[in-house]
């Protein structure tokens, strides 16, 4: 029911009216419209909270890369289809009458790690958070309840997925399959011993390949970054700037009163139940103990009923009602709602009032931030009116107190340092700056961040010397050496299987190494893994299959597949079946909602 959720659902509504917040945007992310799907609306907002998290994912499962490296319109697409994607399942799902109940959604939010202090609830984290990322309680709370009713239709295609046993019998006896193979190693170490590439033959390989060993045609560029640290960095927020902030904020704020409720909630019908415990209330027993005995909702009669403060929004209509027409002690008469019936009794009443110390770093925040809406724009415009006739921007850098300073070499594919915006890469080959000399536009690279650049020295391809470059060559004409013999030897060996002898007997009579597998399984940990590997991949036939292939550590292999039998749906131990069944069901799951994803978007009226 939904009563059970009242207490919880009321704590966390009321805990951003102490700032007296209620209207916080986040300028700096924006909110204007990117796409609409149906009726739904994505802002610049989400696409930034997207980007965000799209980035921090790439940054941890690829340990080295930096955030430069990303391609910023590249994941800014992925970002606006993911979010197309999952406001067209909102939708759906809503279609479908599927919703978040309150109860699980004040689970979620006092549970989440990020809003705990030492495993508990903290209020204050949890104001910080969500004022940072320019929600408010409400919308904050709204957008966690999309995302559970979303989840609740891809939970429920998830769940709706199945395997059939025939299906898992076949792939059983795929996977428990067993397969007899031979095969001998040539080491390339032997062949590359054999082969010495002259000095003759390699200046002859330069001569005839010329091109491949010139220089690419790079620059290097003077530049202007222009980014919100640089700006504020000349700006210092006072303490009579924070306490005006404050003082202005508490005098715009309509400061509401704070009920903290009770209820004892009886079951549509149970009206004559109810009129009883009011009388027996009013002969002056026990509000709490009456709660605990005949509440249906279990999260606050163990607590004598209480829900916590309301500040007029948290709780049904005529609930609210109801309570701001109580005394203090006082009970209600009892009150339908959709959760059942109400005896509501008012508890407690507070005055909302702020903390100049927990609202600190956000009106910091905020006055940087207005700091940086207002001086921005005058600094953007400066920047490109001062730098289209500058002699040197590192100069001009100086003089504007902005980040300046050379680059390393940048090709055309790019480079170090400002070498990996491919935006500032394009600008810096255009032929305004790279054949007309002039400084580039301003040109956005994402983040608030901003950058000029100008022409310092273009450097042409040249043609490398054979000298400087003698050990590539050497390592090409060896490479290419050693494909030939390799070759050779390949048709050699397999011209002798042809003709009727072995592995064995050919890795003898050369003096190979070579070795027989009997039974060899799948995965089997105590085999070598590429031939093992690659014996699986093989197709088989009546008689012998024939395979060669070189090894990641640079050996070659000749393989001979001799039979392969068919596994049994018994094959596999109860654990490996049950994992078989589990990963299988999620393949499937995974397909089938991607595929009705896709059909879902098709069906739906996107606006870009």
């Known amino acids: 029911m939904r009563g059970v959720a009242l207490g919880i659902v009321a704590l966390i509504a009321v805990i951003f009216a102490f ?3 209620g209207t916080l945007n986040l300028s700096r992310a924006g909110s204007g419209e990117v796409a609409k799907v149906e009726d739904l609306i994505i802002t610049e907002q989400d696409v930034a909270f997207k980007l965000d998290e799209l980035k921090s994912r790439i940054l941890q499962e690829n340990n080295g890369l930096s955030e430069e490296e990303l391609d910023a319109d590249i994941l800014r697409s992925i970002a606006i289809e993911q979010l197309i994607g999952a406001k067209a399942l909102l939708n759906h799902a809503i279609n479908a009458s599927m919703a978040a109940s309150p109860k699980r959604l004040a689970d979620v939010i006092l549970n989440t790690e990020r809003f705990q202090t030492e495993g508990k609830f903290d209020e204050d984290r949890y104001r910080y958070f969500i004022r940072n990322r320019g929600f408010t309680n409400a919308s904050y709370q709204q957008s966690i309840a999309d995302e559970m009713t979303r989840l609740q239709l891809l939970n429920g295609l998830r769940h709706s997925s199945f395997v059939t046993t025939k299906e898992i019998d076949r792939m059983a006896s795929f996977i428990s399959q067993t397969r007899d193979y031979y095969y001998l190693k040539l080491p390339l170490s032997e062949i590359d011993d054999l082969i010495d590439p002259s000095d003759a ?14 220089s690419q045609e790079s620059g290097i560029f003077e530049y202007i970054e222009l980014s919100p640290d640089s700006v504020l960095s000349e700006f210092e927020v006072s303490e009579e700037e924070i306490l005006e902030r404050f003082e202005q904020e508490n005098q715009d704020a309509d400061d509401p009163v704070f009920r903290r409720a009770a209820h004892i909630l009886f079951d549509i019908g149970n009206q004559k139940l109810a009129s009883e415990v009011k009388s027996r209330l009013i002969k002056g027993e026990d509000f709490g103990k009456l709660a605990e005995q005949y509440s249906t909702d279990a ?20 609930f609210e009602q109801a309570l701001r027409s109580l005394r203090l002690g006082e009970v209600s ?23 100049i110390d927990s609202e600190r770093e956000r009106i910091i925040s905020m006055i940087r931030q207005d700091q940086l809406d207002e001086v921005m724009p005058e600094k953007l415009s400066l920047l490109g009116e001062l730098s289209y006739n500058a002699e040197s921007l590192v100069d001009l850098g100086i003089e504007m107190g902005l980040k300046s300073g050379v680059s390393e070499p940048i090709s055309r594919i790019g480079g170090s340092g400002i070498g990996v915006f491919p935006a500032l890469v394009e600008a810096a080959f255009s032929d305004d700056v790279l054949l007309q000399k002039f400084a580039s536009e301003v040109i956005s690279v994402g983040d608030e961040r901003y950058f000029v650049v100008k022409l310092k020295e273009h450097l042409l391809p040249e043609q490398k010397s054979f000298e400087s470059v003698k050990q590539e060559v050497h390592e090409i004409v060896l490479e290419s050496k050693t494909e030939v013999i390799l070759d050779e030897h390949r048709r050699d060996l397999l011209a002798q299987l042809d003709g009727g002898q072995t592995i064995e007997e050919i890795a003898k009579a050369a003096g190979l190494e070579w070795q027989v597998v009997f039974g060899a399984k799948r995965w089997d940990q105590d085999l070598n893994a590429e031939v093992n590997g690659f014996v699986f991949g093989m197709i088989p036939d009546f008689r012998s299959v024939y395979g060669s292939f070189v090894s990641s550590d640079g050996h070659f292999y000749l393989v001979s597949l001799e039979q392969t039998d068919m596994g049994s749906p018994q094959a596999l131990i109860a654990a490996d079946r049950n994992n078989l069944i589990s990963s299988s069901r999620m393949e499937f799951s995974n397909r089938e909602i991607q595929a009705y994803l896709n059909g879902v978007v098709e069906t739906s009226q996107v606006r870009k």
Do not use: C, W
């Open 201 to 214: 033959e390699l200046n002859e390989y330069y001569q005839q390949n010329k091109m491949r060993f010139r």
């Open 333 to 355: 008469e009892p009150i339908i709602t959709e959760s059942g019936i109400h005896l509501v009794k008012l508890l407690e009443l507070e005055e909302a009032s702020a903390n």
């Open 299 to 318: 999260g606050s009669s163990n607590m004598g009923g209480d829900l916590g403060f309301s500040d007029g929004s948290a709780f049904p209509e005529n």
């Open 19 to 21: 700032s007296g917040a």
